[in-house]
DNA sequence: TTAGGGTTAG
């Protein structure tokens, strides 16, 4: 082939595979210099395939190529911001200035953005040097981008000064100033901003409506939402949003169901909403609803059935949108969710697969997939995998804490769990309800009574109130050490009704150090809970024969057997006994 | 430039 072939080919809209064998052949011939030109066509034509593919291969070109045309590259750093790609955005920007390439105003107006993303505070002033460095000072996208980089980092301070000293502004530079107010509640600024503006358009116009809401002023937001020269489905987004924060959920269904068009983000804010309350059906009924479904809306329910320990659901969606037919593309907050529901299941085998999908589709893992990884290797067994993981965080924030303290907890590495809890103390992270069921489990498994109760105490300290499975923890604590009266001293302290589990810890308890008199309260108790499950029986059956009680067996197994046999729920014959 | 979703226990 030619080499003005090539230069044809490339400026008209072509398939990914097509491109790829262009690529080929254009290094093959030794024609490196028509790198940027491909790269650039990838961009244009990638409209109809899958933005990760396209987004590896343009990254595995700037990689590989020699060449630092700023055009495509700028371009190309623009496209990676477009699609979520911050952190290889940035590399690339970095790349691009180590090789002493002017960057141009493509890559100026995107990477503070990108920095922004990856929360990286002194990327975006370094480049804010840049661009003056480089005279982009008057360039209103490159400064809007700017203020918005503040703005979004929370120092309004000099995102306002960013916005004075514009010498030209366009109603982004107005709202992105605005919305930065809105977000960090300083809604009189945002409101002053808003009155003196020159136009405004709807994005202004939700700021200020989602300001009222964050503020959780529905009636006024309604106000508003009736006054707006216009609305969109994110004004609507915005009040459902406001309403499901308020705890109204019926009201903000109401606005759910009255509203003209509705996008991905109504149904998963309505979806996530009725997750977080645990109405499983209802979020199912509106997913399978919408016809239409998207990644989005996929990842809504799919984290919708794992938040609610349905794991087996969860993967059965997981597995359906990556169907041939559906073709959706899994993201972090698939894999993320994905993953939870193997560590529910225990499946380790699903959830190497779901680890080789980040390689496939060039997903980076971030704290929250390393944390699902964390707790999914630890419930599957693997405690040195999840250490290791641990230790590769960049950041080590409470749920991560929490989930290896379980972790090592549950793999019977008591020590190392009590480790750990004391060093997230000393980094000044708090601990929460999840951490001290992770400690207690921890002290649990290494038999140290003492260091449950001082928990009990650092609870206090925390503002943490003792749940009931906390409790359960400790009574299980208290009855290994054959600490009985005192176990039951303190389920009688309880103040909220004892469930099962923590009967059933002190019945098994009585078990192992053969105590009828508190067995047969426990029992009675577990009897009465939980009138179907046998397993109480046995324990009860086990203390009466280890004490030489034969009759009391006897009696129990008969109890038993006639229960059974004219399914009556229930052990009768216990005298019951009051906590 | 706005709105939304993911990780720990129960």
């Known amino acids: 082939m030619q080499i003005p072939n090539f230069s044809a080919l490339l400026t008209i809209s072509l398939h990914i595979k097509q491109l790829k064998q262009i690529h080929g052949s254009i290094l093959a011939n030794g024609l490196d210099h028509l790198e940027p030109i491909l790269i650039r066509q990838i961009i244009v034509s990638s409209g109809g395939f899958h933005q990760t593919h396209v987004t590896q291969y343009v990254k595995t070109i700037l990689n590989h190529t020699q060449h630092r045309d700023v055009s495509p590259l700028g371009y190309a750093i623009r496209f990676l911001c477009q699609h979520g790609q911050f952190q290889d955005a940035v590399i690339f920007y970095v790349q691009l200035q180590r090789s002493g390439v002017f960057p141009n105003t493509y890559a100026l107006s995107s990477i503070p953005k990108a920095y922004g993303k990856i929360n990286c505070k ?33 120092d309004i301070k000099t995102a306002h ?38 136009e405004r358009d709807i994005v202004s116009w939700n700021a200020i409506l989602l300001g009222y809401a964050k503020a959780g ?51 998963i804010t309505m979806i996530s909403a009725y997750s977080k309350c645990g109405d499983v059906e209802s979020a199912e009924k509106i997913f399978y609803e919408e016809e239409k479904k998207d990644q989005l809306l996929y990842n809504a329910m799919v984290a919708c059935y794992a938040q609610n320990g349905r794991p087996k659901e969860a993967l059965h969606l997981f597995d359906e949108m990556l169907q041939p037919i559906l073709n959706i593309q899994p993201d972090k907050m698939t894999l993320a969710s994905a993953i939870s529901a193997c560590s529910q299941l225990g499946d380790s085998n699903m959830g190497g697969r779901i680890e080789s999908y980040m390689g496939e589709f060039g997903i980076r893992m971030d704290n929250y997939l390393s944390t699902a990884l964390i707790d999914m290797h630890a419930k599957c067994g693997n405690i040195d995998k999840a250490i290791e993981l641990f230790h590769r ?16 907890g549950i793999n019977g590495r008591g020590q190392d769990a009590i480790k750990l809890f004391e060093e997230m103390i000393d980094s000044n ?53 054959g600490r009985l009266e005192e176990a039951y001293e303190l389920i009688k302290k309880m103040p909220m009704q004892p469930h099962s589990g923590v009967w059933g810890a002190l019945l098994l308890a009585c078990s192992v150090h053969n105590n009828v008199e508190l067995g047969e309260i426990a029992a009675a108790k577990c009897f009465k809970l939980e009138p179907n499950s046998t397993g109480y029986c046995s324990l009860l059956s086990k203390i009466y024969v280890s004490s030489g009680k034969w009759d009391e067996a006897t009696r129990l197994r008969e109890a038993i057997e006639e229960r059974s046999f004219n399914k009556v729920p229930g052990c009768s014959w216990i005298k019951p006994a009051e906590a």
């Open 161 to 198: 000064k960013v916005f004075d000293e514009m010498s030209e502004r366009n109603v982004v530079s107005w709202n992105a100033i605005i919305s930065g107010y809105v977000k960090f509640g300083e809604f009189e600024m945002a409101q002053s901003v808003f009155d003196r503006m020159p």
């Open 122 to 154: 002194n990327g975006g002033i370094s480049v804010h040097c840049q661009v003056h460095k480089y005279g982009f000072a008057s360039v209103v996208y490159v400064q809007t981008a700017l203020l918005d980089f503040y703005s979004k980092m929370g």
């Open 429 to 481: 992270i708090s601990p929460n309800s999840a951490t001290i069921t992770g400690i207690l489990s921890a002290y649990n498994h290494a038999g140290l009574v003492e260091e449950g109760f001082d928990c009990f105490e650092l609870m206090q300290k925390y503002g943490i109130i003792p749940g009931v499975d906390h409790y359960a923890i400790m009574v299980d604590l208290l009855g290994k050490a």
């Open 217 to 267: 002023k529905m009636d006024q937001a309604y106000v508003l939402f009736k006054e707006m020269p216009e609305r969109g489905a994110s004004s609507w987004n915005v009040m459902i949003r406001g309403y499901i924060d308020c705890g109204n959920i019926e009201l903000a269904r109401g606005f759910f169901d009255a509203m003209p068009k509705r996008n991905s983000i109504s149904y």
């Open 393 to 408: 965080l960049e950041k080590k924030d409470i749920v991560a804490y929490s989930a290896i303290i379980l972790g090592c």
